[in-house]
Nanobody, 126 residues
């Protein structure tokens, strides 16, 4: 079992920055892929970014590419999402997730992830 705890959400003005953290515990997951998803009110949960725990290769949704950076601290078992140039449309609950099976695919589908955090609210005011 893997436990994921997000932190770092809050209220920020458009153009500002926030850094989300996701602390993982419970198992070793050297083969895992971890990702960030978000869900805005009235909308479906959507992929934001993911990182392979070993190797650190990343993939981003087009909507955040160039503004958000996903990273991980291998020693701390923690994943981060640095969000810059935030827009009101980035407002959502942000969830971190872990996939216990790593494939060669993009791995942006919700069903590919086995474990989820409780979410952290990010609100961007205009």
């Amino acid at each position: 079992q893997v436990q994921l705890v997000e932190s770092g959400g809050g209220l920020v003005q458009a153009g500002g920055s926030l850094r989300l953290s996701c602390a993982a515990s419970g198992r070793t997951f050297s083969s895992y892929v971890m990702g960030w998803f978000r869900q805005a009110p009235g909308k479906e949960r959507e992929f934001v970014a993911r990182i392979r725990w070993i190797g650190g290769t990343t993939y981003y949704a087009d909507s955040v590419k160039g503004r958000f950076t996903i990273s991980r601290d291998y020693a701390k078992n923690t994943m981060y999402l640095q969000m810059n140039s935030l827009k009101p449309e980035d407002t959502a609950v942000y969830y971190c997730a872990a996939a216990s099976r790593s494939t060669s695919g993009i791995m942006r589908a919700l069903v590919e992830y086995d474990y989820w955090g409780q979410g952290t609210q990010v609100t961007v005011s205009s």
